[in-house]
C-alpha cells in the first residue's frame, strides 16, 4: 500500500513476514496455495519485512522464489543475521559479506535492518566499524534494543555519516523516540505492555508514531513502516490504519 499525494518521500508499510498459518481465513483465502500468499499479500501492501533472514540465511531457491512471486515495483526489508549481530557481535566479516552475496539476488530489496541483542550496550566505535564495513547498498537501519544507545548523542552522529537509519520502534521497553539519521526512515511496532506481538493497536496510539513518519515524507524521506504483531492478523490490519493515518497527517 502507497500513497501519493502531496507526499515528497514514499510510504511503505507492511508487516514483518507474511507466511503464517493463522492468517489463513483471516487475511488469505481459504485453499490458496502457500505458495500463492506472498502475491496475496502484495495485493494489500507494497512493501514487507522479510524476517526469516535473522534466524537463518535463506536457499538461494528461496530468494528467486520471492523474486518470482513478487509483482514488479514490489519492495523488500531484510533482516540481518543473528550470527552476526547475536553471536558474534558485529565482529563477523566474513559472515556479513555471505549474507549480503546471498539477499543482494533478491529483486527490490531495498533495506536491510539490523538488529541488535538487548544485552548489547552503547558502544560506539564497534558500531562506527560494523557500518564503516557495509557495503553502500542497499540501505541499511538499525534497531538498538538497549537505552544506553538513545542516552548519547553520537549514536545518531554515526548513524547519520553512514546514512543508515535509527529504527523507530514501538516496545513497552524502549524509548517511543527516534532521530533522523538518513535520507530515509525505518519503524517497527511490536506490540505493548505484556502482550508482545500479540497486540492490537488503537489510533491513539499509533497517531503520534504516524505524525513523525509525516514529518519524513513531508521532508523527502522514504519511511519503510512495519508491523510485527503477527498474532491473528493485528500487524495486517493496523498496518492498513496507519497508512490513512500518515495520508491524513501529510494532506
Given at each position: 500500500m502507497k500513497y501519493e499525494g502531496n507526499m515528497k518521500g514514499r510510504l511503505l508499510v507492511g508487516t514483518s513476514g507474511w507466511s503464517y498459518d493463522d492468517w489463513v481465513g483471516l487475511v488469505y483465502p481459504e485453499g490458496l496455495e502457500r505458495t500463492q500468499w506472498l502475491a496475496y499479500y502484495a495485493t494489500r501492501f507494497s512493501a514487507v519485512e522479510i524476517n526469516v533472514s535473522f534466524y537463518r540465511?535463506?536457499?538461494?531457491?528461496?530468494?528467486?522464489?520471492?523474486?518470482?512471486?513478487?509483482?514488479?515495483?514490489?519492495?523488500?526489508?531484510?533482516?540481518?543475521?543473528?550470527?552476526?549481530?547475536?553471536?558474534?557481535?558485529?565482529?563477523?566479516?566474513?559472515?556479513?559479506?555471505?549474507?549480503?552475496?546471498?539477499?543482494?539476488?533478491?529483486k527490490g530489496l531495498e533495506v536491510v535492518l539490523w538488529q541488535l541483542p538487548p544485552s548489547l550496550r552503547c558502544d560506539l566505535a564497534l558500531l562506527d566499524e560494523f557500518l564503516s564495513a557495509l557495503p553502500p547498498a542497499p540501505r541499511c537501519a538499525v534497531e538498538?534494543?538497549?537505552?544506553?544507545?538513545?542516552?548519547?548523542?553520537?549514536?545518531?552522529?554515526?548513524?547519520?555519516?553512514?546514512?543508515?537509519?535509527?529504527?523507530?520502534?514501538?516496545?513497552?521497553?524502549?524509548?517511543?523516540?527516534?532521530?533522523?539519521?538518513?535520507?530515509?526512515?525505518?519503524?517497527?511496532?511490536?506490540?505493548?505492555?505484556?502482550?508482545?506481538?500479540?497486540?492490537?493497536?488503537?489510533?491513539e496510539e499509533m497517531a503520534p508514531v504516524a505524525g513523525r513518519v509525516?514529518?519524513?515524507?513531508?521532508?523527502?524521506?522514504?519511511?519503510?513502516?512495519?508491523?510485527?504483531?503477527?498474532?491473528?492478523?493485528?500487524?495486517?490490519?493496523?498496518?492498513?490504519?496507519?497508512?490513512?493515518?500518515?495520508?491524513?497527517?501529510?494532506?
Open positions: 540465511l535463506p536457499f538461494e531457491g528461496m530468494v528467486r522464489g520471492w523474486s518470482q512471486r513478487a509483482p514488479e515495483g514490489f519492495v523488500f526489508a531484510a533482516k540481518g543475521s543473528r550470527l552476526v549481530t547475536h553471536r558474534m557481535r558485529l565482529r563477523a566479516p566474513d559472515q556479513v559479506a555471505r549474507f549480503y552475496e546471498r539477499m543482494q539476488q533478491l538498538f534494543r538497549h537505552r544506553s544507545w538513545w542516552e548519547s548523542e553520537e549514536t545518531a552522529n554515526i548513524l547519520c555519516r553512514h546514512n543508515a537509519a535509527f529504527c523507530g520502534v514501538s516496545h513497552p521497553r524502549l524509548p517511543p523516540s527516534f532521530p533522523f539519521t538518513a535520507d530515509f526512515c525505518y519503524v517497527r511496532f511490536h506490540g505493548l505492555g505484556q502482550r508482545l506481538y500479540d497486540y492490537d493497536y488503537s489510533k509525516a514529518e519524513a515524507i513531508a521532508s523527502g524521506r522514504d519511511a519503510y513502516v512495519f508491523f510485527n504483531n503477527d498474532y491473528h492478523a493485528n500487524a495486517v490490519k493496523n498496518a492498513e490504519v496507519f497508512n490513512e493515518l500518515v495520508r491524513q497527517a501529510v494532506g
